[in-house]
């Protein structure tokens, strides 16, 4: 059975710093991309960021460009996202992503992603 599991989630206030993991496991996605999407209350599920399979190519939301960076472990099927300098407005559900896709390019659209995380809570007080 494949599994995302999203945590590092939580409270945190404006200007500081958390570390989302994405553990996956029943399959291997070492040579599928990956990606983050969040979904704020009332919103649409918007992409966040997105890696390649080796890592070496990377994109984000102009929203989060700068302040997050997306990286990866292939060794501990891993994906990880660095938020620094959170601001209020990127409080949301974080969701990761897999693209089936085998060494597939880096994509911001939703319907390329074919596995899901159940997803984890950001909030960022003001």
């Known amino acids: 059975q494949v599994q995302l599991v999203e945590s590092g989630g939580g409270l945190v206030q404006a200007g500081g710093s958390l570390r989302l993991t994405c553990a996956t496991s029943?399959?291997?996605?070492?040579?599928?991309?990956m990606g983050w999407f969040r979904q704020a209350p009332g919103k649409e599920r918007e992409f966040v960021a997105a890696i390649s399979w080796s890592g070496g190519s990377t994109y984000y939301a102009d929203s989060v460009k700068g302040r997050f960076t997306i990286s990866r472990d292939n060794d501990k099927n891993t994906v990880y996202l660095q938020m620094n300098t959170l601001k209020p407005e990127d409080t949301a559900v974080y969701y990761c992503?897999?693209?089936?896709?085998?060494?597939?390019?880096?994509?911001?659209?939703?319907?390329?992603?074919?596995?899901w995380g159940q997803g984890t809570q950001v909030t960022v007080s003001s």
């Open positions: 029943g399959r291997s996605f070492s040579t599928n991309a």
């Open positions: 992503a897999a693209d089936n896709r085998r060494l597939g390019g880096v994509t911001t659209r939703e319907n390329q992603y074919d596995y």
